[in-house]
């Protein structure tokens, strides 16, 4: 069965500190994975995908990774602010076959002043 | 309107009531998806459409929620004889086109909260 496991469930940093948040999967045969980040009250939106081939991608302050071998992603956000308070969701692809995305529950971040 | 819209944004009915809940897609996109969102999960998918038919139902929980695309465009949820278990947040995603690897990006709408009481 297709799975995404996240980890921490929920983290609190200092406005200005780094954090990653974790991401394992067993989805196969695997076609790319997204990491949304969903505001309170809204709906997820996309930061950034990575297929196959890909090892490390950033979309500003955020920078995600991808090991296909071991099936672990991570989502490393730089100089928090407090609008990164917010629920990051991990989401794996499959290729062929079933349209369905599979969804982690989402780790909750809150930043602090 | 430049995003997926949904309507209405709060719902709060009693126990064994009929809901409707309605989802406008990006214009153009002929991939669209419900899923529902209890607090602290992530979305569970419930349908998927690709145009106006439903190309896979198989996370409809029970024959009391069924969902409709007439046209290919906008598409509605129903949910008959509610019970308390239905509420949470129902979102509706829509995406140019699913593929088969899911390459393109799902568009979520805000989301409509079902409160059944």
């Known amino acids: 069965k297709n799975q995404v496991e996240q980890s921490p469930q929920s983290l609190i940093i200092l406005e200005g500190k780094n954090c990653t948040l974790q991401?394992?999967?067993?989805?196969?045969?695997?076609?790319?994975l997204r990491w949304y980040k969903q505001d309170t009250g809204r709906g997820p939106v996309s930061l950034t995908i990575m297929t196959f081939s890909e090892n490390t991608k950033s979309n500003g302050r955020y920078t995600a990774t991808l090991d296909a071998d071991t099936k672990q992603s991570s989502l490393h956000i730089t100089a928090s602010q407090l609008s990164d308070s917010a629920s990051y969701i991990c989401v794996v692809s499959a290729r062929g076959g079933s349209y369905i995305p599979t969804f982690g529950r989402g780790t909750s971040l809150i930043v602090h002043p | 309107g430049a995003g997926v819209s949904q309507t209405p944004s709060n719902k709060v009915t009693e126990k064994g009531k009929y809901v409707e809940l309605r989802c406008d897609p990006i214009s153009g996109h002929t991939a669209l998806y419900w899923y529902r969102q209890s607090l602290g999960q992530g979305p569970e998918f419930l349908i998927y459409?690709?145009?106006?038919?439903?190309?896979?139902d198989s996370g409809l929980p029970n024959d009391r929620f069924f969902a409709v695309r007439p046209e290919g465009s906008v598409s509605t949820l129903k949910i008959q004889r509610t019970e308390r278990g239905d509420s949470a947040v129902y979102l509706c995603?829509?995406?140019?086109?699913?593929?088969?690897?899911?390459?393109?990006?799902?568009?979520f709408g805000p989301g409509t909260r079902l409160t059944v009481l």
């Open positions: 991401c394992n999967y067993t989805v196969s045969p695997f076609s790319n």
């Open positions: 995603a829509s995406s140019a086109d699913s593929g088969t690897s899911g390459y393109n990006e799902q568009f």
């Open positions: 459409f690709q145009g106006t038919g439903a190309a896979d």
